[in-house]
């Protein structure tokens, strides 16, 4: 056999017996590496911790006993082109499993946020109209959430009720859609499951050229009081007039459940 041939199917039966053996310790690993560096929140809800790391351990002792068992393993010959597919397979596994561990993960932005749209979808259940009613009266308003402001604005836009009440709200910054010049989100993102059905929700902040000071996805707090809203295209009826807006770092925990 050419020196080349058997190079060939040297690589092919290394890639082929040990691709699906590597790329599921790739997920376990990089599973594992985020929980012990407390990013693991940054995918998922923290109910699902516990469960998600005994499945990685229960994964990683499988990858075990692949590694053991696949001693007998024969390679079926085959072209030119399925070798070369199948090494640029591995070439990519061996990418995307660097990728994680060394690229940090990141939070979703206002991109995301733009393309679910603010508040349309990460409040509205019969939990968060009590727990708005139950805020009602507590008196300690400065201490209220994103989460609790905008369960509360979507129980009741009646200017009078929010009179005498100053809020305090820690959040990114993103546009609203129908008044970007005027109107920017102090926004979180809400996680039921996985980031992947994360909702964005915020509350509205009135400041006409805003981003001459303030770059979308800035981490600020905002305080200030709630108002009508004098934009006539803006999204939400009420909206924050600030009194101070304080830039700040992003939150370890940057989501909310």
């Given amino acids: 056999m050419l020196p080349d041939a058997k190079l060939s199917e040297a690589l092919r039966y290394w890639a082929e017996r040990w691709q699906g053996v590597l790329l599921s310790l790739v997920v376990v690993v990089a599973t594992l590496w985020l929980a012990l560096s407390g990013q693991l929140g940054l995918y998922i809800h923290p109910r699902y911790f516990v469960f998600t790391i005994a499945m990685a351990v229960i994964g990683l002792v499988l990858v075990g006993a692949g590694f053991a068992r696949r001693r007998g393993f024969e390679v079926e010959r085959t072209g030119r082109v399925a070798t070369t597919l199948t090494g640029v397979g591995v070439v990519l596994l061996v990418i995307m499993g660097v990728a994680m561990v060394v690229v940090p993960p990141t939070t979703l932005t206002s991109a995301t946020a733009t393309q679910r749209e603010v508040n349309s979808g990460g409040l509205g259940t019969e939990d968060d109209a009590d727990q708005a009613a139950a805020l009602i009266g507590t008196g300690d308003f400065e201490q209220l959430s994103v989460r609790e402001w905008v369960s509360l604005l979507a129980q009741s836009s009646d200017p009078g009720f929010y009179a005498d009440k100053t809020a305090q709200v820690t959040g990114f910054v993103t546009p609203d ?48 009081r709630f108002d009508p809203s004098v934009s006539a295209t803006a999204s939400d009826p009420l909206a924050i007039t600030p009194v101070e807006i304080l830039p700040v770092d992003q939150p370890k925990d940057p989501y909310v459940y």
């Fill in 177 to 224: 859609a129908k008044d970007p010049e005027n109107v920017f989100y102090v926004a979180r993102f809400v996680v039921t499951c996985c980031a992947v059905d994360a909702q964005p929700i915020g509350v509205p902040v009135y400041l006409p050229g805003w981003q001459a000071e303030y770059e979308i996805d800035d981490w600020v707090q905002v305080t200030g």
